[in-house]
Nanobody
């Protein structure tokens, strides 16, 4: 069992930056691939980024490629999402998720790969 708690969201102007954090409980954090998803009002949840259990590989949605960076610190049981050059269309609730460790990281763009989800943190980008 893994419990996930996101933080770091807030209100930021377009062009600004935020770093989201996701703290995990449990001793097995380092065995999970981790992902970030987001959901805007009236829209489906969408993939943002994912990282392998050892941090060696990452994958990003095209919409954030070049503006986002996912990283993790297994010693701190924490995964991060750095978002730069934020746009109003980045406004959403951001969720972190923990999945398995089988298969290539590209498979983890699907929410079905994840077993545990946090409660989300709101990111609002003003124009």
């Amino acid at each position: 069992q893994v419990q996930l708690v996101e933080s770091g969201g807030g209100l930021v102007q377009a062009g600004g930056s935020l770093r989201l954090s996701c703290a995990a409980s449990g001793q097995t954090f380092s065995t999970y691939h981790m992902g970030w998803f987001r959901q805007a009002p009236g829209k489906a949840r969408e993939f943002v980024a994912a990282i392998t259990w050892n941090g060696g590989n990452t994958v990003y949605a095209d919409s954030v490629k070049g503006r986002a960076s996912i990283s993790r610190d297994n010693a701190k049981n924490t995964v991060y999402l750095q978002m730069n050059s934020l746009k109003p269309e980045d406004t959403a609730v951001y969720y972190c998720a923990a999945g398995g460790s089988a298969g290539v990281i590209d498979y983890y763009s699907s929410s079905s790969r994840y077993d545990y989800w946090g409660q989300g943190t709101q990111v609002t980008v003003s124009s």
